[in-house]
């Protein structure tokens, strides 16, 4: 195999022959070398008997004892985002009434800013987490599998 | 004849169903069929955890990495082409997983033949019946197994696609994400290297082998 082959011929072509993956016209152009060279001969024997020793290997399983519960479907993470969009929207409203009631009511100083400062505390929270879910998603790598 | 080993058949609780093809049950998932989502889930999970393991080498990661493919594989479900095989999506994801798990650990595929054989090595079915044949064999497939480790994860992921998981060049290609024209030659130098490799660990054996 290690012989110089002064051929022009795509080596590469002997694996498409092996995996059944040639044109009839290939086919016949492989057949025709391998009766000719011995080299490629002994390379395609190679190949075969290494085929044949990893189609022959089996491996063992984990039983279904050691599979976790089934993966989470679409239907869990639907509700996942409604819940997302509810609370989103829960949050808006009342945050914006929270706001124009403070504004309209004649309350001391102290207790607006109480309010206030709740309010902008929850609203940056839920937005930090917004951010890194966000980001999280554009870093994703298995986002555009296949596409 | 072929010599059958309880563990590694496949339970009738993991067998495919017979009746509904992939396309049907992912429809299905994504209008939230619970029954469907464990049915694609029972069907694949082995195919998932073979080739986690032929790419790692360890069990338990390979059990990991096929377990949190499957949970992307349902994630990403809503971009997946129902008219395209599921297996190549599958196998992708799969993949890509593994990468991440040896680039994260930094290490390469570990080698369980070593390890706990009593419950996990790979077991070598050998359905030759005359027994030097059957050690012969058994030898070159431990030995193929050994050298599959040693190979460049380019190499090492084209030969587990195309030899252990029987993939066609076009499903190949889509998991690789690589022109199809490519296929044929990248697996042609993989299959070369393994066979140098296999051949030096055969070597003193194979010539001994050979003696009268």
Request: glycine fraction near 6%; include cysteine; charged fraction near 30%.
């Amino acid at each position: 195999m290690s012989e110089p082959r002064a051929h022009a011929f795509d080596e590469s072509l002997i694996s498409g022959y092996l995996d059944g993956a040639l044109t009839q016209q290939e086919r016949q152009r492989v057949e025709l070398h391998l009766a000719a060279c011995g080299a490629c001969t002994e390379l395609f024997a190679e190949l075969c008997e290494l085929r044949s020793a990893a189609r022959d290997t089996a491996f063992r399983i984990p039983s279904d004892e050691q599979w976790r519960e089934a993966p989470r479907g679409p239907a869990s993470r639907s509700l996942r985002w409604a819940g997302w969009v509810m609370l989103l929207a829960w949050a808006a409203g009342s945050g914006a009434f929270g706001l124009w009631h403070l504004a309209a009511s004649s309350g001391p100083l102290w207790e607006k800013l109480a309010v206030f400062g709740g309010l902008s505390g929850g609203g940056l929270l839920l937005l930090s987490v917004l951010l890194d879910r966000l980001h999280a998603l554009e870093g994703d790598r298995y986002r555009r599998v296949l596409k | 004849m072929m010599v059958s080993v309880p563990m590694i058949v496949p339970s009738p609780a993991s067998a495919p169903p017979a009746t509904a093809g992939d396309g049907d049950l992912v429809r299905r998932c994504r209008a939230g069929d619970r029954e469907a989502a464990d049915a694609l889930a029972r069907r694949h999970r082995r195919g998932a955890y073979l080739l986690a393991l032929q790419l790692l080498g360890d069990p338990d990661d390979a059990l990991d990495a096929a377990q949190d493919s499957l949970l992307r594989l349902f994630q990403t479900l809503d971009r997946y082409d129902d008219s395209q095989p599921l297996r190549p999506w599958l196998f992708s994801i799969v993949r890509n997983r593994c990468r991440d798990l040896l680039r994260r650990r930094n290490v390469r595929r570990s080698e369980p033949l070593d390890g706990d054989e009593q419950h996990w090595r790979p077991e070598l079915v050998d359905p030759a019946a005359d027994p030097h044949r059957d050690v012969e064999r058994r030898q070159v497939r431990r030995h193929l197994w050994r050298a599959l480790a040693d190979l460049p994860a380019e190499h090492r992921e084209i030969l587990v696609l195309r030899e252990y998981q029987d993939l066609s060049y076009e499903e190949i290609a889509a998991v690789l994400r690589i022109p199809k024209g490519t296929v044929m030659s990248r697996l042609h130098r993989a299959r070369k290297q393994l066979a140098l490799r296999v051949r030096d660990l055969l070597g003193p054996t194979a010539s001994a082998g050979e003696e009268p």
